[in-house]
């Protein structure tokens, strides 16, 4: 089990692993703008079952459920209902997350939920706890460092090709996604603001290279105090702007190693986002962590070499599969909610080192997760259902 992991949580898990068989059935709360590239993966992976689409707008619900073939659509409360769904996707924004987590958890059910896991560490502790309570579980977005472009960087590392991991940097640096989302003001209110919204990729990936973190120590500032939509319906329309738009952070390892962070919704130079390492013997820079493709770009005495992705490129949802599969096996599942909880303690910490002018503390602690296997398929069919009984 994970260090940092709600006691007891793999355990009575584990010991109902064998209770169900077959695909599970799974639940969407949120029919907005991102549903639509986890219902386009969900509904080709034959190991889930896509049941229900809800959303408190439940005409956006029903199209959402028509465009996917998904047969039930409504309130929260009718999703919750269906005894068929195992595993309820929060797709809600990030001020509902630890919320409707809750419910989803009072409900009986297993939750995935978008990224940050919650606002904060009380929050995200409440929800975990929850789920250790129930014998339940909650695993947290991004899964992108699931997909063969991470992987196959992570298992590079994980090798020794660049020998021990010292020094890290990532960087996403731009004006501001205003610019082309139709409703961005709650990418500028609380959870949101480049830290929130961008930084789960890029310190997901960091802690799956150098293990938890211990100490940061950060600065932020505010480019503008009010901002204004630049695309859709309502372009031109001017918003407040509640949260920094520009956090870096000197990020300390347990381990001993160190990375720079520069997460920035102010930058009009634009530049391509990273995340490179360097060890002992090489480094490494990784592909978008905000996608699950790319070439990973590898450089030691020996020479630079391109590693092409080795594994599946399935997209948003393939944590949620992961999950599933674990569910039914016993195993515990890579974007685990003790992972999301402790890349939520990393943005807090720096949030709170940079309002408060010190260095902060991390906490809590996390393992690394296990590589996925090259030939992991998302395709294929790995749970039986549950035979029919004889008459």
């Known amino acids: 089990m994970s260090a940092g992991a709600p006691a007891g949580t793999r355990t009575r898990a584990g010991a109902a692993a064998g209770a169900k068989r077959g695909p599970l059935g799974v639940g969407i709360i949120g029919a907005g703008v991102i549903s639509a590239q986890y219902l386009r993966n969900l509904t080709g992976f034959p190991d889930v079952e896509v049941l229900f689409v809800a ?21 929260v409360a009718e999703l919750l209902a269906e005894p068929g769904i195992e595993i309820v996707v929060n ?8 919320e409707v987590g809750l419910q989803i958890l009072a409900a009986g059910k297993h ?17 975990l706890d929850a789920a250790t309570d129930r014998g339940l579980r909650v695993a947290s977005a991004p899964d992108t460092f699931l997909g063969a472009g991470l992987q196959t960087g992570l298992r590079a590392v994980r090798r020794g090709a660049i020998g021990e991991p010292l020094t890290g940097l990532a960087l996403f640096q731009s004006p501001g996604p205003e610019a082309w ?7 500028f209110a609380a959870g949101g603001g480049p830290l929130f919204d961008m930084g789960p990729y890029y310190l997901t990936l960091l802690v799956q290279v150098f293990g938890p973190a211990a100490r ?27 949260v920094p738009t520009h956090h870096s952070a000197l990020i300390e390892f347990a381990g001993g190693a160190s990375a720079l962070a520069v997460f920035s919704f102010q930058a009009h130079l634009r530049r391509s986002p990273l995340v490179e390492v360097s060890g002992t013997d090489g480094s490494i820079a990784f592909p978008d962590p905000n ?17 092409s992705p080795a594994g599946p490129v399935s997209g948003r949802g393939t944590g949620v599969l992961e999950l599933a599969r674990a569910i039914r096996s016993g195993a515990t599942e890579r974007a685990s909610g003790a992972l999301g909880y402790h890349v939520l303690d990393i943005m807090v910490s720096i949030s709170r080192s940079a309002r408060e002018g ?16 090259e030939d ?16």
């Open 55 to 75: 959303d408190l707008d439940v005409a956006r619900a029903s199209a959402r459920a028509l465009e996917f073939g998904i047969p039930g659509h409504g309130t």
């Open 91 to 98: 797709l809600t924004t990030p001020a509902a997350h630890a």
């Open 111 to 127: 939750v995935w939920t978008e990224k940050p896991l919650a606002l904060d560490l009380e929050s995200g502790r409440r929800l």
């Open 181 to 187: 989302h139709p409703n961005p003001e709650f990418l």
């Open 216 to 242: 940061v120590t950060a600065s932020a500032s505010t480019s503008k105090a009010r901002r204004a939509i630049g695309s859709g319906p309502r372009a031109g329309t001017e918003f407040e702007v509640s």
């Open 291 to 307: 996608q699950f493709a790319g070439d990973t770009q590898l450089a030691t005495a020996g020479g630079d070499e391109t590693l």
């Open 358 to 373: 010190r260095p902060v503390d991390v906490a809590s602690t996390v393992d690394r997760a296990a590589t996925l296997p």
């Open 376 to 391: 992991w398929d998302p395709s294929a069919a790995t749970l039986t259902r549950e035979r029919e009984p004889r008459h």
